[in-house]
């Protein structure tokens, strides 16, 4: 069983530019969480993917966007980079939808450092 | 409103000392999943449990052990005779039982285990 990959590994971008993150799911999951995690905090959701719609979504701009292909993988955008944007970007795959019954399985997260 | 509390910002223990983990959360729903993960330094997150609102039963899996009380709304997570292997950032996370989809994960607790 393949586990849940992100790429990049790290990632420096300068203010006002944009950023494309990929995420690869566990195999057999249908659903792609995105989660930003500042230093020293906990994750914080920033939407969700089920068979390629946005299923939910955080307290997060427009210029953050995403997009899930057919194969379930998984891409998050971010346009006119802030310095507050500097964070821990994990993807998480689960299986389903709607609920938290099913739990997610994290990627090692792709570290984006704003100049 | 969802929310998760972990007071414990850091915590020190010695090698073979037991530890326990505190998580309050409120929630206005009567069907909720809980779960716990740990981050290494890596920064993978890593799932180790997952608790329906239903199921207050208290689980030991190993060294690992957690008690559920709704009364008290907290979900405490215990390892015993800890090891240096137990260094990480542990972080507690509520999720909708039937509707949303995100996780609201606290702000974690960094515990030390020195040889």
């Known amino acids: 069983e393949t586990g849940v990959t992100q790429s990049p590994t790290h990632l420096i971008k300068t203010r006002g530019q944009q950023v494309t993150l990929r995420c690869s799911s566990q195999?057999?999951?249908?659903?792609v969480s995105w989660y930003q995690q500042a230093l020293g905090q906990g994750p914080q959701f920033i939407f969700q993917?089920?068979?390629?719609?946005?299923?939910g979504r955080g307290n997060f701009p427009p210029r953050f966007s995403g997009l899930q292909f057919p194969n379930y993988s998984s891409e998050l955008n971010v346009n006119a980079l802030e310095l507050d944007d500097s964070a821990l970007y994990l993807c998480?795959?689960?299986?389903?939808?709607?609920?938290?019954?099913?739990?997610?399985?994290f990627g090692p997260g792709t570290r984006l450092t704003v100049l | 409103a969802q929310k998760v509390t972990q007071a414990q910002t850091e915590i020190s223990v010695v090698e073979k000392e037991d530890v326990t983990l505190d998580c309050v959360y409120e929630?206005?729903?009567?069907?909720?999943?809980l779960f716990w993960y740990k981050q290494p330094p890596s920064g993978e997150l890593v799932f180790l449990i997952r608790?329906?609102?239903?199921?207050?039963q208290n689980e030991i899996s190993g060294r690992y052990s957690w008690n559920f009380q709704k009364s008290t709304s907290s979900f405490n997570f215990t390892i015993t005779a800890s090891q240096v292997v137990d260094s990480a950032v542990y972080f507690c996370?509520?999720?909708?039982?039937?509707?949303?989809?995100?996780?609201?994960f606290g702000t974690g607790t960094s515990l030390t285990v020195i040889p």
């Open positions: 608790r329906n609102s239903f199921d207050e």
């Open positions: 195999s057999g999951h249908n659903t």
């Open positions: 998480a795959s689960s299986l389903g939808g709607a609920g938290g019954r099913n739990e997610q399985f």
């Open positions: 996370a509520l999720a909708h039982g039937t509707t949303g989809n995100q996780f609201y």
């Open positions: 929630t206005r729903d009567t069907t909720y999943y």
């Open positions: 993917y089920y068979r390629e719609e946005e299923n």
